[in-house]
Each structure stands twice: as structure tokens, then as C-alpha cells.
């Protein structure tokens, strides 16, 4: 193909991602979405830029960092840049990114303060006091009116009253544009949330956006008032532009591919990327991107996936078991885009079987296998047609590029591959019908054989080529069993491309069959701690906190209502408590040598109940029991009877 002939410039891009932990298979999901986009408009002869990165600011970083006694710099790269981090996942996962962003690159540092500084002095920045609910593990603060039963409507966690000196923007000055370029403007997809963003954000009043902190230090100074931090937004939404060169000389691709042509983004940040984005850019007088699209959660059980609530996948566990091409095609086969879906192994290894072990790969090998066992070498040119039997699958194939780019330019992934894997079906349908087994048995069949085949491992070329976005290994594995055939976009809608008389190349199967129930054990075996992840829960010597900062503690009173020993634990006591809510609680606590489990049942205790979760032997423990040292004994906080659950310590 010729490489200069592009059809112009293409800019894509996905989040950015928070790097307070290891990133699990929702991220994942995104940025291979994003990759087979990006490949699927290269492959039509675009000039692709697609970025990612990671947004390294905020307090949540820096709480991290300060647990795991480094720099919030080095923790972040170390997820970041470390192994198994961020890159090395993209790595492994095939992500053909042109660009990554770290904003805590220096020229992203300096571009945000001018740009910060540019808004200050056109009147769009302003400083005022900040009131408001905040919520610790989102980063976010809500208004009151956007509280879902008193809780953060993201994550459903508590909240708590925030209140301090800080620059505000504008963003109420915008409303009016932003509701027309919502509505009126293809701007924002699925138009289902176009509507959430109208109703639930702007009719109620858009009120101007709090966009500097002064309660911590991790983010990016503001340069004329020190103690103020550029609160993470502006710091994050502005990489899309300064990654090409905006306020900065690190880059000078700005001419070339801004406006972007579409930011890929989860549904719960539609929000920042559909109103507090376009209304940063107008408040610049700088054009605004193409498009927005807000794609579904993948969830775990019917709830979301985050690293707060502790119950991630882990992708490197799923590409290293079962190959990065099967799980980059099942997150797009099997969850359409736009809405949520729900992740479970066995739709995996079921996904894996059926269409990739089964009809994809059954048809390249019986096809690739058959055309060898008749012919040796390579097909005879001598071939017959039968218009009667041939005309369904090959007019299928012949317009299937068509269908298959009408899907991937609406990001319909999962309805792009169910064009192919319609024609799949249809050519495995096709081989049971003309029997090629049978047309071998006479040598006068020969050409009529030759042209079954043919039409077979056209099939497979066409289909092949289309798969490259979302399978690039196995597109390209399975052009080279077709003797090396071409595969380029503008070979994709010509039926008869491959010479007839193609020498094909046998492998092994693209997709041995999984065994269902073997591999879930072998899953869930390999996904259990190791029991040296035991963590001591006895609390270090800490230093000295503000008043703040222990208010933010929140302490209850709760009842045992069962307690057990952990399995292959020496240390940890299980506890069911009840706190005074619906639901009871689970906490663990490394107090096994001191107390029998039954002793404690029924028992009035002390329990900090807004710790952030962990995980402990595999268990979920939502709070830590508070105990006294006496000597080399611990001594759980025990109170008298007659106290309720739930009442607060004050
Ligand atoms: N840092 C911000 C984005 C700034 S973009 C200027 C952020 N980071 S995040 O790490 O929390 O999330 C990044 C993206 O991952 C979001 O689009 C989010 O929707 C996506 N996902 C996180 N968990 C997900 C699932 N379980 N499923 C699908 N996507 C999910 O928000």
C-alpha cells in the first residue's frame, strides 16, 4: 500500500489513568478499545495518533504514597513504569499507543500553570471559599443536590462537610453553550447521555467548579499563590492538547491533530469530558473536540469494579492464561460499548470456545488443512464455479467490509464482529454443504473442489484482515497460513484478491478448546493470596496529625454477631459485627493468639469503620477493632452492654 496516500489525521485518545494502583481489566477494556480503533482507522489509511497515559496528582496519590513510606513520585513510578506496571501491561496487552502522558512530566507541569494563569487573567478563574461534601476515595466533590441518599453518587460512600480557600471556574458563565452543543451537536454519544448530562447537571444550575486545593500538596503549584494546587481537572483534562504541544515545546503536532477526533471515556467521567472540558476550551477561545464517547463499566457481579472497593481482575493473569488475543477480542465481542456488562470467567473461556475455538478456528484449520491433504503445494487453476452454491457466501463475503466499517465507525464493536463471525458461520455451513471430502473422492471433481476451497480461503482472508483491530497477532498469523496473502484495507471489499493458485501454510490450531471446569479451578486457584500477603495489623507509631485529620476519623460503636478463625491464618480472627446499619460488616483483626472466637460473641466493641478495605487472606476486611497493648498481649477496646451499634465515638 502505498504509505503516503493518507486519508488525513486521525487523533484518538482514552483517559487518562489514576496510578494509585495496579490497573485491572475495566482499564483494560477501555485502552483496547481504543486500540482497536485507532488500528482499525490506520488500517483504512488515516495518519492515527493515539494517546494515553497516566494522571499522577491528588491527595489520593499522595495518602499512598505516605502508607508506603516512598515519595508520591516514586509511587507512582513504580506503577507506572515498574514491572508489571502500566506500560508493561500495555505492552503485553499488544496497545499500539503513538504517545503516553505522565502529568507529572515537567512540560505538562509548566504548560498546566499557564494555562491556569491564561484563565486567571481572562477573568474565568477566581478565588472564593470552597464548601462542600467531599469524597476521599472518588477525589470528588459533590454539592448536596447531587448526593444520592447523603453518599457520593459515584462509589456510595460516605462524605464528609470540606470547606477551604480556593480558585473557582467559571463554569456557570458556559451553561447556556454547553446545553446547545449537547443538544443541538453530535458531540456527545450514546445520545442516552446526553440527556443524563442535560437533566441531571445543567437544567439544575451548573455552578462554577472548584479547580485549586490547598489541604495537599500533590498536584501541580499554582505559581502565583503558593499553597495552592491545580485540582486534578484541569491538570487532567488539559493532556490531551499540551501531549500535542499546547503551551509547550516538547511536542509541535497541535496544527496537525487538534480538535481531537474522539475521546474514548467511562460513563462516570462523561461528565468532566462533556461539560467541564468544552467549557475550559471556550473559556480559551480553542476548538473543541469532535467527540465524546461514553462507554459502559464492565462490572463484577452486577457492581463496579474499583480499586476503593478492592474486587478487581487482574488482566495479566487473563492474557498470560488464555492469551491476549482471546481476551482483547472477548471484551469486544461480548459487551456492547456503549452500555454496562457484566465480566465473569465462564463467559471467557465460553466466548473463547465457541467463537474462537470453534467457528473461527475450526474454519481456518479444516480449510488451510483440506486445501493441503487435495492439493500439496498450492490450488490448481483449473476451478468451477456453481453460481447456485457459491452466490450466498461469496455476495456475504464480497460486502462484508462495508457492513463491518458502516458498525466500527459508530464504535459498535460488538456488532462489527458479529458481521464476521455471521459469514464465519455461513462458510462453515458452506463446507458441510458442498463436502469436500466427498468431491475428493473423484478426480473429476478436482475443479469444482479447487473452487470450494478458494472460496473458503477467501473467506478466511477477508475475515482475517477485519480482525487485525481487534486480534493483530492472530490476523497476522492466519495471512501467513495463507501463504503471506494480502490483507490491506483497500484488498478487504475485492473478492478474488488472493491468487487462485495460493499455496497455504498448516499450523497448529489458533485456539485449542478450553476445558470449562479445569480452568476455573486453575483460575481461582492462581487468583487466591499467597499466604505471606498476611499484613500486621498492629498499627505503627504515627506522626503528629492536625485536629482535622482525626475528625476525619470515623470510630463506632459495633457488636459481635459471629467470629471465627481465618483458614491457614495463625493471627486473624474473622468477625460479623454489627454497626448499626442494615448490612452487617466484616472486619479482620490479627488478635487470634489472644482471644477463642467464641468469647467474643456478643461482645460491645470499637471499630474505625471508614478505613478504606483491603483484603487479607483473600478476605475483605472493611474497618479495624481497635485494642490497647498490655505487656506482649493485645486487648481488644471492649465497652459495656447497654451502648448501641452504631453510635458514633465522640
Ligand atoms: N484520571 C481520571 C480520568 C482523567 S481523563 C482526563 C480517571 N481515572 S480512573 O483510573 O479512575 O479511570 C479511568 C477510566 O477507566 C475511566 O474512563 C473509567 O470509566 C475506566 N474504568 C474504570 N473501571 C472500569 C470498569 N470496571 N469498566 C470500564 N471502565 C472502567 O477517572
Known amino acids: ?375 500439496g503445494e498450492h490450488l490448481p487453476a483449473e476451478q468451477q464455479e456453481d453460481m447456485e452454491k457459491d452466490t450466498e457466501l461469496v455476495q456475504m463475503v464480497s460486502s462484508l467490509r462495508d457492513r463491518y466499517e458502516e458498525q466500527m465507525e459508530h464504535y459498535a464493536f460488538q456488532n462489527a464482529l458479529a458481521e464476521i463471525f455471521k459469514v464465519i458461520s455461513r462458510a462453515n455451513k458452506y463446507i458441510d454443504e458442498n463436502a469436500p471430502w466427498v468431491l475428493a473422492k473423484d478426480e473429476a471433481n478436482k475443479p469444482r473442489l479447487a473452487r470450494v476451497l478458494y472460496n473458503l480461503l477467501e473467506t478466511v482472508r477477508i475475515c482475517g484482515g477485519l480482525l487485525a483491530p481487534f486480534m493483530p497477532a492472530t490476523s497476522e498469523e492466519i495471512g501467513k497460513r495463507l501463504g503471506g496473502a494480502d490483507m490491506g484495507w483497500d484488498s478487504l471489499n475485492v473478492y478474488g484478491t488472493l491468487s487462485p493458485e495460493v499455496a497455504v501454510v498448516a499450523g497448529p490450531a489458533l485456539f485449542p478448546r478450553i476445558d470449562m471446569d479445569k480452568e476455573l479451578a486453575a483460575l481461582e486457584e492462581l487468583s487466591k493470596p499467597q499466604p505471606q500477603e498476611e499484613e500486621d495489623p498492629l498499627p505503627e507509631p504515627l506522626p503528629e496529625i492536625t485536629f482535622d485529620t482525626f475528625e476525619k476519623v470515623e470510630m463506632t460503636v459495633v457488636k459481635v454477631l459471629a467470629c471465627e478463625k481465618v483458614k491457614k491464618s495463625e493471627k486473624l480472627l474473622k468477625f460479623t459485627l454489627d454497626d448499626g446499619t442494615k448490612e452487617p460488616r466484616q472486619i479482620l483483626s490479627g488478635i487470634a493468639k489472644y482471644y477463642a472466637p467464641e468469647q467474643l460473641v456478643g461482645k460491645t466493641l470499637v471499630a474505625v469503620t471508614n478505613l478504606a478495605p483491603r483484603k487479607m487472606m483473600g478476605q475483605l476486611s472493611c474497618g479495624m477493632l481497635l485494642s490497647a497493648e498490655r505487656g506482649d498481649k493485645l486487648n481488644l477496646v471492649m465497652l459495656d452492654d447497654g451502648i448501641a451499634a452504631g453510635s458514633r465515638l465522640v
Open 1 to 375: 500500500m502505498c504509505e503516503k496516500c493518507s486519508k488525513g489525521n486521525f487523533y484518538i485518545t482514552t483517559p487518562i489513568y489514576y496510578p494509585s494502583a495496579k490497573l485491572h481489566i475495566g482499564h483494560t477494556y477501555c485502552t483496547v478499545a481504543t486500540d482497536a480503533m485507532a488500528r482499525f482507522k490506520r488500517m483504512q489509511g488515516y495518519n492515527v495518533l493515539f494517546l494515553t497515559g497516566t494522571d499522577e496528582h491528588g491527595q489520593k496519590i499522595e495518602d499512598k504514597a505516605k502508607e508506603a513510606g516512598v515519595t508520591p513520585k516514586e509511587y507512582v513510578d513504580n506503577i507506572v513504569e515498574g514491572p508489571g506496571g502500566v506500560l508493561d501491561l500495555w505492552k503485553l496487552m499488544n496497545i499500539s499507543n503513538d504517545r503516553f502522558i505522565r502529568t507529572t512530566d515537567d512540560y505538562h507541569v509548566a504548560a498546566i500553570q499557564k494555562i491556569f494563569k491564561k484563565m486567571y487573567e481572562n477573568g474565568d478563574i477566581y478565588k472564593g471559599t470552597y464548601k462542600g461534601k467531599y469524597c476521599k476515595p472518588c477525589e470528588s466533590f459533590w454539592t448536596e443536590s447531587q448526593l444520592v441518599d447523603g453518599k457520593c453518587p459515584d462509589c456510595g460512600r460516605e462524605v464528609q462537610d470540606a470547606e477551604e480557600e480556593a480558585y473557582f471556574f467559571r463554569l456557570s458563565k458556559y451553561a447556556d453553550r454547553i446545553q446547545d452543543l449537547l443538544e443541538n451537536t453530535d458531540y456527545l454519544e450514546p445520545r442516552s447521555r446526553v440527556h443524563e448530562m442535560v437533566n441531571n447537571f445543567i437544567k439544575p444550575g451548573l455552578e462554577d467548579l472548584c479547580v485549586s486545593r490547598t489541604s495537599f500538596s500533590w498536584g501541580v503549584p499554582v505559581d502565583f499563590d503558593p499553597g495552592h494546587v491545580v485540582y486534578v481537572w484541569i491538570d487532567a483534562l488539559f493532556n490531551y492538547m499540551t501531549a500535542l504541544g499546547f503551551q509547550n515545546d516538547k511536542y509541535n503536532d497541535l496544527s496537525e491533530f487538534w480538535p481531537a477526533d474522539v475521546h474514548f471515556v467511562g460513563k462516570e467521567i462523561v461528565r468532566f469530558h462533556s461539560i467541564i472540558w468544552p467549557a475550559m476550551l471556550m473559556s480559551l477561545d480553542l476548538p473543541l473536540p469532535k467527540k465524546v464517547y461514553g462507554h459502559g463499566w464492565l462490572l463484577l457481579d452486577g457492581g463496579k469494579m474499583s480499586k476503593s472497593k478492592g474486587n478487581v481482575v487482574d488482566p495479566y493473569l487473563l492474557a498470560e492464561h488464555f492469551g491476549v488475543d482471546a481476551l482483547r477480542f472477548f471484551l469486544l465481542r461480548t459487551f456492547p460499548f456503549g452500555s454496562d456488562g457484566n465480566f465473569s470467567n465462564e463467559s471467557l473461556i465460553s466466548t473463547i470456545n465457541v467463537d474462537l475455538a470453534n467457528d473461527l478456528g475450526n474454519l481456518v484449520s479444516r480449510t488451510v488443512a483440506m486445501a493441503q491433504k487435495y492439493f
